[in-house]
Structure formats: structure tokens, C-alpha cells
């Protein structure tokens, strides 16, 4: 089983950065594929972004692509989310994922 958690959300003017990071517990942290999602409130929870335990094999959703960047350090056990050019719409909470394990969520929020 993995434990996780999220820092780093934030409010910030549109088109700037932030960066979200994802603490997990556990010593196979490296075979888990991670994963970012988001929600807003009263809508469903969607993906975001994606990579395999082996560093390189990353999935976007379209309307994050080019613009936020998903990566990982397995000996630190982290995955990060940076996030550039963001929009008001990039307002939500942002979880991540490994398994069917969620961390507690982020919020970011975006003024336009």
C-alpha cells in the first residue's frame, strides 16, 4: 500500500507557474505508474497527466500539452507537476494518484 500527499497549489495570476509535488510512502514507490487528475467543484474528477515507472513514458491530456510537465524521482520518492501558461480554467483541486490511491489534494487556483 501507498500513502501519498500533495503540496505546492497556490494562487497565481494567469500565465504563471507553479509547481505541485507528490510525497508517496512505500519501497516500491518505482513500479507504480503516477498520476495527476483534478476537480472542480460539482464536476467529475479528470486526468491530467501520467508516467510509467520508467522515466520517459509520459501521457497528456490535450488541454494541459505543452503547457505542464510531469516527472519523477523515484530515489526521492516524489512526482512532480510543473505547470506554465496556466488559465483560470487550470482552477481546481489537484490530486495525485498511484494504484487506487489518492493523496489528499492541492488547490489552485488561477485569476484571470
Known amino acids: 500500500q501507498v500513502q501519498l500527499g500533495e503540496f505546492g497549489g497556490g494562487s497565481v495570476q494567469a500565465g504563471g507557474s507553479l509547481r505541485l509535488s507528490c510525497t508517496a510512502s512505500g519501497r516500491t514507490f518505482s513500479r507504480y505508474t503516477m498520476g495527476w487528475f483534478r476537480q472542480a467543484p460539482g464536476k467529475e474528477r479528470e486526468f491530467v497527466a501520467t508516467?510509467?515507472?520508467?522515466?520517459?513514458?509520459?501521457v497528456y491530456a490535450d488541454s494541459v500539452k505543452g503547457r505542464f510537465t510531469i516527472s519523477r524521482d523515484n530515489a526521492k520518492n516524489m512526482v512532480y507537476l510543473q505547470m506554465n501558461s496556466l488559465k483560470h480554467e487550470d482552477t481546481d483541486v489537484y490530486y495525485c494518484?498511484?494504484?487506487?490511491?489518492w493523496g489528499q489534494g492541492t488547490q489552485v487556483a488561477v485569476s484571470s
Open positions: 494518484k498511484a494504484a487506487n490511491c
Open positions: 508516467i510509467g515507472w520508467s522515466v520517459g513514458c509520459t
